[in-house]
């Protein structure tokens, strides 16, 4: 059984950074795409960034591209999602996933197993 446990939210001011942190357990975490997703109230949940299983290839969101930074450790089974210059806007729940391919992805349903999420509150 796949279980992923993110750690790292919290309340920032605006233009500051936060580092969100993504444990893995169960076997195979090496052979898999994973990504970073977010959730605002009322609304849809959506991409953020996806980084293929052995870190070579990158997707980001265009709302987040050039502040984002995702990156993973093998060794570690851990994926983690450096945030910078973070505004308001960036005010969300924040999911780490698990695909079942090794390609980025960036659509939700290519990502078979969720963990519960982070807050993330940037004040202005």
């Known amino acids: 059984q796949v279980q992923l446990v993110e750690s790292g939210g919290g309340l920032v001011q605006a233009g500051g950074s936060l580092r969100l942190s993504c444990a893995a357990s169960?076997?195979?975490?090496?052979?898999?795409?994973m990504g970073w997703f977010r959730q605002a109230p009322g609304k849809e949940r959506e991409f953020v960034a996806s980084i293929n299983w052995t870190g070579r290839d990158k997707l980001y969101a265009d709302s987040v591209k050039g502040r984002f930074t995702i990156s993973r450790d093998n060794e570690k089974n851990t994926v983690a999602l450096q945030m910078n210059d973070l505004k308001p806007e960036d005010t969300a729940v924040y999911y780490c996933a698990r695909s079942d391919v090794n390609t980025i992805q960036r659509v939700p349903a290519r990502y078979r197993y969720w963990g519960q999420g982070t807050q993330v509150t940037v004040s202005s």
């Open positions: 169960g076997h195979s975490f090496s052979m898999y795409t």
